[in-house]
């Protein structure tokens, strides 16, 4: 088997290299060539429409293979460079204005051809994220059953989801032939999957719900591919159809709240729907105007409600612990009620049989249905499982994306945030080890103790666990798909990872003891006060002035400039250290908030380390002894990276230090304010947070929004623009690296022409004139420019190369050059030639 290189998704593969060589702008290209080779369907056609086309090699193929006069018509959301006879233009294939457009380009013509390549990026809705291929396929068929002549084609990429038999079931009902199929190019790690629909059928009119991700993936509970059921069945959809007009295809979905009382899925309700409505109707729906009346259903709920997607983590468990108590009052709970639904019918033996049994021996019986379809559901999830096990065996499949498919619940409806589906993703093993694990058994024996009602419900630890499964399984797709996220992550869990590693050594700081210089003169004031000996153990790390380095470059900027004060201020500073405050200092059990903290440290470490000895911080490695003193080392140069500021080039870098902080550093050091203000300012409501047992995902969503926003100075700001402006400007390091070499070469070269002009001069047996004739050669030798060394260009392909990577037959300096250089060199050579 050949090696393939594995960079990115192993993808300097062979199609990878083909599409360079030939000039496709994707290696997607061999994908639609294969696919055409097998079906055929792009010789025979004049009028093409490739949705999500960017960067556009299915449109260059169709170029290549159409007939000349055909219309070829690309859209994207992103931009398409210009492709010989296509039109290309950017929108998003879900708008009207996209539908709208197409039909400008195609005027009253009919597509031959519809194809469709969509795959949606990653967003910040991670609710709705796991939808969204199905429903960017189902749109794409929509426009294709607008442009779509009768017998046409439909080619779409699918993912193999849970969504892909129901995909399948509606493209059959409107093509006479549907095939899946997997050309080479299609990496088999990957879940996609091409269908190929052909002769359209062309109904006169389509019922809008084949076209509607709510009937096509949320109804059909259980689709049955290629069966006769070609007729929808109202009784079975009508449940969640109310609000929809026949040919409605507004994208807002409704559905009254006593319907997700009801539903055994919640959460995938609330993943679909827009809104959830109180509003009775005519026909009066009992149940719901029972819940407008409970006092569970408070106006919070109701705002909750009333737009679902805006709603965030929080909100949504808002709303699922009321469901659970709602349905507690209705009376259709969990295990334990039908315990007690049991245990009520044992005595009703011996009762008369009241209405009340009568509802009682009811929900027996339901739930005794409801258990033999769980167990059927069940044995289906084993066969499922291992049908999973064996692709996975066959590469088909990796263990990611079998995290993309959501499969039903237990309850045979189709669940977006199925435990198992998280479990596969190793989000509970996660949950697990984190923190959950840790905090909630504690906190349950709490509550176990004082407060009956608030029990843990296993139906809600579940829902619990699937929310905070899901959460881990987004963050994981996210820092797959972003860049900045990721490195934003390793910050914090390298930071996370300093702070852990100082307390371990906290205990252990023997070493740091026997440095200890001035354990004798502390011990008058041992218990009085004790002091902090700042001792700095790199000789190199302060500068001239008596600051730090880092302090001194932070100093250094421009802002700072002309303010007089500042290296008084700071070498006070340095030499208040004794008194200092300590910014870490949190065992007084109200601190300063976090980001108070931050800036404060940025300016603080800039000034002076202020430490008491009782609270090392993870900044420095210091250690108190047990006289009370305190040696704090700071950091050699090359350690400078592992703290808070970055740095860049062996300086902090500005561009991450914020304005905040360098308003407060400003403000401290034109004596605005004072370090006692900075850390007055620092008590606020965002530094009592109890975070002990809040789950990670409520965390980052406090962190990220629910903080202290510090005014920064004009100046401040202006100062950072300045700097960023400044590191823009700068050249890439190579570029400055070759202009060093120059320069250097240069000045070689001048000292070696002074030397050899000494020489001449001092020479004895020439004229004047002769010395200055030679002097003047060795200076035209030394202008002129060496001619270049001749480069052989070589196309060297895979196997062509020797063991040290050299390709076959070369010598000498050689060049690898893509097929597009060769035919460009190529094409120079036979212009001069036609020239000459
Ligand atoms: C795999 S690429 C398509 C590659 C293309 N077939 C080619 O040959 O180069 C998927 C494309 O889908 C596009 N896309 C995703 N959602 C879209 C939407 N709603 N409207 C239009 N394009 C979309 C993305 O911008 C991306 O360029």
Known sequence: MAIQKKHGKGRLDKWYKLAKEKGYRARAAFKLIQLNKKYNFLEKSKVLIDLCAAPGSWCQVAAEVMPPSSLIVGVDLAPIKPIPRCITFQSDITTDKCRATLRQHLKTWKADVVLHDGAPNVGTAWVQDAFSQAELVLQSMRLATEFLREGGTFVTKVFRSKDYNSLLWVFNQLFTKVEATKPPSSRNVSAEIFVVCRGYKAPKRIDPKFLDPRSVFAELADPTPNNEAKVFNPEKKKRKRDGYEEGDYIQFKEAPASEFIQTTDPIAMLGSLNKLSFEQKPNGDIALATLNKLP???????????????????????????????????????????????????????????????????????????????????????????????????????????????????????????????????????????????????????????????????????????????????????????????????????????????????????????????????????????????????????????????????????????????????????????????????????????STKAAIKQTAKATKSLKPPATPTADDDSSADEAGFEVVRTKPDSQWEEQDVPIRDGRPDISIITAEAMTLAHQLATGEKTKHDLLDDGFTKYALRDVDGLPDWFLDDENRHSRLQRPITAAAAAAIKEKLRALNARPIKKVREAKDRKKFKAAQRLEKLKRKSAVLVDEEGMTEKDKASSIAKLMAKAAKKKPRKQVSVVVARGGNRGISGRPRGTKGKYKMVDARLKKDVRAEKRLKKSRK
């Not at 093993?429 to 009956?452: N, Y």
Request: proline letters at 2%.
């Open 296 to 594: 569970e259903t408070t106006q919070e709920i109701r705002n909750c409600c009333a737009d679902l997607k805006v709603l965030g983590r929080k909100e949504f468990r808002i709303l699922l612990r009321w469901r659970l108590k709602v349905r507690d009052i209705f009376g259709f709970s969990s295990k334990k009620k039908a315990e007690e639904a049991a245990a009520g019918e044992e005595v009703a033996e011996i009762e008369p049989m009241d209405e009340e049994m009568q509802i009682q021996e009811e929900m027996q019986k339901l739930q005794d249905k409801d258990n033999t379809r769980k167990k059927k559901d069940r044995r289906k999830e084993n066969e499922r499982k291992q049908k999973e096990i064996v692709r996975m065996q066959m590469h088909m499949t990796t263990p990611m994306e079998i995290g993309m498919e959501q499969e039903g619940g237990p309850d045979g409806q189709s669940s977006m945030f199925n435990l198992k589906t998280a479990d596969k993703a190793g989000g509970l093993s996660q949950i697990a080890r984190g923190k959950m694990h840790l905090v909630v058994p504690e906190r349950k024996l709490e509550e176990e103790s004082t407060d009956e009602e608030e029990e843990s419900d296993p139906e809600e630890d579940a829902l619990e666990r699937e929310l905070d499964g899901m959460y881990e399984q987004y963050q994981e797709r996210k820092s797959e798909a972003d860049a900045k996220y990721r490195a934003k992550k390793a910050r914090k869990e390298h930071a996370d990872e300093e702070f852990h590693g100082f307390s371990d050594k906290e205990g252990s700081s023997d070493e740091e003891v026997v440095e200890d210089q001035g354990s004798n003169e502390s011990s008058d004031d041992e218990e009085s006060q004790p002091r902090s000996l700042v001792t700095d153990l790199d000789t190199g790390g302060r500068a001239a002035n008596g600051l730090t380095k880092r302090a001194a470059q932070f100093f250094d900027q421009d802002i700072f400039k002309g303010i007089d004060g500042v290296d008084i201020d700071l070498e006070e500073e340095a030499a208040d250290a004794d008194s200092g405050i300590d910014i870490n200092d949190d065992t007084s059990g109200s601190s300063p908030d976090r």
